[in-house]
């Protein structure tokens, strides 16, 4: 067998521990043999483990050095597939604080914070829209994320973390943003109120 073939079986190998196996010995094996491999995929494979919530798998990767801040054909980065996978709450909060220790290592929180995918969603913006969030918002507060979500030229109907939080009726994560002081009356144009939102779907108690 030629080194290009082999190559091309150690990948396959790779692609598959990580889209269907889950299996980090696999992945470490194959990548301490050769980290270039990372590059020959032409599958977002960190990517891929973060939305399945593989902690090993990611733990792996990086390891062996997957880019982190990489986008996906969405414009996604591997934070932003993290905090969409809701299935395993705790998975998702330990891949969260190992990427965002990788941020902060490489002084880019603040960029990260700032990325947009392809809809013009932040890292916020994300994690407010997935299943109990309100733990996972307060950690991003406490990386350098802004509560806050100025109206987008480009994206003019994307609404802010607030609003998206009012508009669940999410009780738990409206009071992490409001303790973050978090603009109250933000929204853009044709962009609906956070309290208006609230009051439209039953989440305002009067005494």
Not at 12 to 31: N, P
Not at 44 to 52: F, N, R, T, V
Not at 133 to 158: E, G, I, N
Not at 194 to 202: K, R
Request: proline share 4%; glycine share 4%; net charge negative.
């Amino acid at each position: 067998m030629s080194s290009n073939d082999a190559d091309k079986e150690a990948l396959a190998i790779l692609t598959q521990a990580v889209l269907i196996d889950d299996d980090a010995e696999i992945v470490d094996a194959l990548l301490s043999d050769n980290r270039d491999l990372l590059a020959d995929s032409d599958q977002p494979l960190l990517h891929i483990a973060c939305s399945k919530g593989a902690l090993g798998v990611v733990t792996a990767l990086i390891r062996h050095g997957a880019d982190v801040l990489g986008c996906d054909a969405r414009f996604r980065r591997p934070i932003h597939c993290a905090l969409q996978q809701s299935r395993d709450p705790t998975a998702r909060e330990r891949i969260l604080s190992l990427l965002l220790a990788h941020h902060a290592q490489s002084n880019d929180l603040r960029r990260i914070m700032l990325a947009r995918d392809k809809q013009g969603k932040t890292c916020m913006h994300v994690a407010v829209s997935s299943r109990g969030s309100a733990s996972v918002v307060q950690t991003l507060l406490d990386h350098k994320a802004s509560p806050d979500d100025a109206p987008h030229a480009k994206f003019p109907q994307l609404r802010s973390p607030l609003v998206l939080a009012a508009m669940s009726g999410d009780a738990e994560t409206l009071n992490v943003l409001l303790a973050a002081k978090v603009y109250v009356n933000a929204s853009g144009a044709d962009q609906p109120v956070p309290l208006i939102c609230a009051a439209q779907n039953g989440w305002l108690v009067s005494d």
